[in-house]
Nanobody, 125 residues
């Protein structure tokens, strides 16, 4: 599976932005998908994940502001980010892993086999 992240850009604090992760190579249907982010000089951190069946889980720092969704017909997952803060600025990476259970997801980046190249989100204060 090849993943392509897109949609990053510059947004004012408090504004919204949606990033997308499009898969190619094989069907997305049986894969859990997650978003991670990394600021230069910092560790990569978990943001959100969605199981193949649509179960979601979020980092506490984004809960209530970010929403992860997926469209299996389009082989795409989305991360809608609202009420963005300067501390949300980072390179956002999507990742996926094939799962056998529709409710399985992971917040540990070591569980993911496939990674996109990242898309930069900049938040101006």
């Amino acid at each position: 599976v090849q993943l392509q992240a897109s949609g990053g850009g510059l947004v004012q604090a408090g504004g919204p932005l949606r990033v997308a992760c499009t898969a190619s190579g094989r069907a997305f249907t049986n894969y859990a998908v997650a978003w991670f982010r990394q600021d230069p000089g910092k560790e990569r951190e978990f943001v959100a994940t969605i199981s193949s069946g649509g179960t979601t889980y979020y980092a506490e720092s984004v809960l209530g502001r970010f929403t992860i969704t997926r469209n299996n017909a389009r082989n795409t997952a989305f991360l809608q980010m609202n009420s963005l803060k300067p501390e949300d600025a980072a390179v956002y990476y999507c990742a996926s892993v094939r799962t056998t259970d529709s409710g399985t997801y992971y917040s540990d980046d070591s569980r993911y086999d496939f990674w996109g190249q990242g898309t930069l989100v900049t938040v101006s204060s």
